[in-house]
């Protein structure tokens, strides 16, 4: 089994909608992001977590909402979609004891908003 | 706020070619830097990370190496073949929670 585990992995939803997105992880580790990538863009961070307490705002958070259930659950919330999210969203984690940060990645969800 | 710059965008070579890809970044108080291989629609495949600390990372045909002074990482794949075709993300880390991406450069390697 994925190490990394994301659902859905694809979904399409409307305008004005509410939509969760959730991670879980097997790894151990407490530090949790998500990302998004757009075409040509790279990756940029919505919100990390560094614990069930613990969670930060990242680069581009307007718009989205966190929830840190478990060490191993990290959900991200659009709480009112618009179509300029639609975006291929990752979530990943690392841990200070596994390879000095390394990122380990979930395979993806493909969201597009209509 | 930090830039990383991955040129070039895309790059077209036969197979059994050696060739570099490279990585700049503009802050180099970075903790980590890590090189990632994305296929389309696919989530990120670790390849190798560098601590700071270090100069170079080798996995089989996959050499890695940093120089922090010069904001510069490359990643040079020797003996290229068409399994290579995906996309390379470099992505360097900052205060141990920060990453930063590239846009990533697309290697095709022709049969």
């Known amino acids: 089994d994925a190490d990394v585990t994301q659902t859905p992995r694809n979904r399409i939803t409307k305008t004005g909608k509410r939509i969760m997105l959730e991670c879980s992880q097997t790894k151990g580790h407490d530090r949790m992001y998500w990302y998004r990538q757009d075409p040509g863009l790279g990756l940029r961070l919505i919100y990390y977590s560094f614990d069930v307490k613990d969670i930060n705002k990242g680069e581009i958070s307007d718009g989205y909402s966190v929830s840190r259930q478990a060490q191993a659950k990290f959900s991200l919330s659009l709480e009112s979609a618009i179509p300029n999210q639609t975006a291929l969203y990752f979530c990943?984690?690392?841990?200070?004891?596994?390879?000095?940060?390394?990122?380990?990645f979930g395979p993806g969800t493909r969201l597009t908003v209509t | 706020k930090q830039e990383v710059t991955q040129i070039p965008a895309a790059l077209s070579v036969p197979e059994g070619e050696n060739l570099v890809l490279n990585c700049s970044f503009t802050?180099?108080?970075?903790?980590?830097l890590q090189w990632f291989r994305q296929d389309p629609g696919k989530g990120l495949t670790s390849l190798l990370l560098?601590?700071?600390?270090?100069r170079e990372q080798t996995s089989g045909r996959l050499n890695a190496s940093l120089d922090k002074s010069s904001g510069r990482s490359t990643l040079y794949i020797a003996a290229s073949q068409p399994g290579d075709s995906a996309t390379y993300l470099c992505?360097?880390?900052?205060?141990?929670?920060?990453?930063?991406f590239g846009s990533g450069t697309k290697l095709n390697v022709k049969p």
């Open positions: 992505a360097v880390g900052y205060n141990f929670n920060k990453f930063y």
């Open positions: 560098i601590q700071s600390s270090q």
């Open positions: 802050d180099s108080a970075i903790y980590n």
């Open positions: 990943a984690t690392s841990d200070p004891g596994d390879s000095a940060y390394e990122q380990y």
